[in-house]
């Protein structure tokens, strides 16, 4: 009797444990796809993006062109570029003028910048590393190397800022205090189209 019902026991335990399995393993994969990121890696940067469509967004809401652009270069521009052509050119040329105008040229660690859809995904990863509320439209993280943007709410001069910060803390030997980098990121901002 007392086998019988171990038996039982077993049969039904090894039964909840396939069943849960299951449903975790179900769980497992939608985290897992929810956490997908594509990279674009460019000459300063590795871009960190969840779909071609977040990319895209992304390349509408800067306006940043490098080159010369006359009339002729405007009508015979190459439409050809991809989004991943386009993306690179407009996120070194920022990078590269913020160099310009801080004048802290030298070669950096590659900055990562993470494109989130919305502001909840942007808060949500702020929570993550920091665990606190997020109050900030873009942010940068110094330990990660990495700024974090919202395509819904970006432009040029917010990316530029950003971008600042990495360059100013990963230039000078000592970190800059807190209000200075601040005053130093946003001369970047203003002075971005100079």
Not at 8 to 31: D, E, P
């Amino acid at each position: 009797m007392f086998i019988r019902s171990l038996a039982a026991a077993l049969f039904y335990l090894s039964w909840m444990v396939l069943f849960l399995g299951s449903i975790t393993a179900g769980v497992c994969a939608k985290v897992t796809e929810d956490f997908v990121w594509h990279h674009l890696e460019t000459r300063h940067t590795i871009i960190h993006y969840r779909s071609i469509e977040d990319l895209k967004q992304f390349d509408r809401k800067i306006a940043y062109h490098t080159g010369k652009w006359g009339v002729l270069s405007t009508i015979f521009r190459s439409n050809s570029d991809t989004i991943h052509d386009k993306v690179t050119k407009k996120t070194d040329g920022i990078f590269e003028k913020a160099q310009q105008l801080l004048d802290m040229r030298k070669r950096m660690d590659k900055v990562n910048i993470y494109i989130c859809r919305n502001k909840k995904q942007l808060h949500d990863n702020y929570y993550k590393i920091f665990r606190r509320p997020c109050r900030y439209r873009a942010w940068y993280a110094y330990e990660l190397n990495a700024v974090y943007v919202n395509h819904q709410d970006l432009d040029e001069g917010m990316l530029s800022h950003e971008l600042a910060h990495s360059i100013i803390d990963h230039y000078l030997l000592v970190r800059p205090p807190r209000a200075s980098a601040e005053i130093l990121a946003s001369y970047v901002d203003r002075h971005l189209f100079d």
